[in-house]
C-alpha cells in the first residue's frame, strides 16, 4: 500500500507542475505575437495613389525606451485634424490602412503605429494596455511638437480600441476617440477564451485564470488586472464611440455594453446588427466612413 501512495502522490505532483508548465507556456503565447510582419512601404505608396496623401516612416522612443514605428499621412487638403489609428493584437498598421483611406479623403491626417511588440516596432511583450497606453501618449506628444495640429482623435481596433481607451487616464487632448470591438478588461475577457475552447462552467476556469496572472507578475513584474478600459472610461469627459457588431463571437458585446453603462454621458454605442469582429467597416463602409467621420466632426470645438 505504501508504495501506491507514493505512485499517487508522484501522479498528483506531475499533474500540478504539468498543468503550472501548460499555464505558462498559454500565457507567454497570449503576450506574444505569433508573428512579426514588417509592414512594407508599397502598401503605404499604394494608399498615397488611392488618397492623394503623402507620407512619411516615423519613429519615437517610448516612456521606457521601447522603440516605435509608424506612418504618417498627410491628406491632399488638410483639415487641421490628426487621428491615432490603432490595430487589434497580432496584426500591424496594415490592418488598419482602409480606415485611413477614408479618413483620409476627408481631410484628415493620420498616424498609423505598430505596437509595441508587433510589425516593426520593439520590444516583444504585449502588455494589453499597461504600457501601450503610455505609448499613445508618447505619439501624441510627437504630433503636437513636430505637426500643425488643431485637434487630435483616435480611432482603435479591437485591442487598438482597448489600449486607446486606456489612454485617456493619461492623455487628455483628444477631441473624442472611436474604439470599435473592445473589451472591457483583460481578466474578463480572458475568461471568454476560455470558454470558447470548453463549454465548462465560468468558476472551473478560476485558479487557471489566477495562475496565469500569478505566472505574469512572477516572470514579468505585470499586473494584469491593470489591463482594464473600464476603469478608464469611468471618470472620462473625451465623448466616446463604441462600435460592436452583435454576431461579435471573439469579443462579446456585452464587453462595450458593459463600458457604455459605466459612463453614459460621455460614451454612445453602435450596436451594429449581424457584424462580426471588427467588420463594420466591410459591412457597411459608406454609412461606417460617415458615422466616424461625422462624430470626429461633431467634436471639433473643445
Known amino acids: 500500500m505504501r508504495w501506491l501512495w507514493r505512485l499517487l502522490r508522484a501522479g498528483v505532483i506531475g499533474l500540478a507542475i504539468g498543468a503550472v508548465l501548460s499555464v505558462g507556456i498559454v500565457t507567454d503565447n497570449a503576450l506574444h505575437s505569433p508573428t512579426r510582419i514588417q509592414p512594407k512601404p508599397a502598401a503605404a505608396d499604394a494608399i498615397s495613389r488611392e488618397t492623394g496623401a503623402t507620407w512619411d516612416q516615423v519613429q519615437v522612443t517610448a516612456h521606457d525606451g521601447a522603440h516605435l514605428d509608424a506612418w504618417f499621412f498627410r491628406p491632399r487638403e488638410p483639415n487641421g485634424s490628426v487621428v491615432i489609428l490603432l490595430h487589434g493584437v497580432a496584426d500591424t498598421r496594415l490592418g488598419v490602412l482602409g480606415h485611413a483611406a477614408f479618413l483620409l479623403r476627408s481631410g484628415f491626417s493620420v498616424l498609423t503605429p ?41 480611432l482603435g481596433e479591437s485591442l487598438g480600441a482597448a489600449i486607446l481607451l486606456q489612454s485617456l487616464l493619461k492623455e487628455s487632448r483628444f477631441r473624442a476617440i472611436v474604439a470599435e470591438s473592445p473589451f472591457a478588461t483583460f481578466e474578463e475577457v480572458a475568461y471568454d477564451r476560455m470558454l470558447q475552447v470548453s463549454r465548462l462552467p465560468k468558476p472551473v476556469f478560476w485558479p487557471v485564470i489566477r495562475l496565469g496572472f500569478l505566472y505574469v507578475r512572477v516572470r514579468y513584474g505585470l499586473d494584469m488586472s491593470q489591463a482594464s478600459p473600464a476603469a478608464a472610461i469611468r471618470s472620462t469627459a473625451v465623448p466616446v464611440l463604441l462600435i460592436h457588431g452583435t454576431a461579435d463571437t471573439n469579443i462579446p458585446i456585452r464587453h462595450s455594453q458593459e463600458l457604455h453603462a459605466l459612463n453614459p454621458t460621455a460614451t454612445r454605442l453602435w450596436e451594429i446588427q449581424g457584424a462580426e469582429h471588427v467588420a463594420g467597416l466591410s459591412q457597411d463602409p459608406e454609412f461606417y466612413a460617415k458615422t466616424v467621420v461625422g462624430w470626429f466632426a461633431s467634436h471639433g470645438r473643445r
Open 114 to 154: 505598430d505596437s509595441r511588440g508587433h510589425g516593426a516596432s520593439g520590444r516583444d511583450l504585449i502588455t494589453y494596455g499597461i504600457r501601450e497606453a503610455s505609448d499613445v501618449h508618447d505619439w501624441a506628444d510627437w504630433l503636437f511638437q513636430h505637426q500643425e495640429i488643431k485637434r487630435l482623435y483616435g
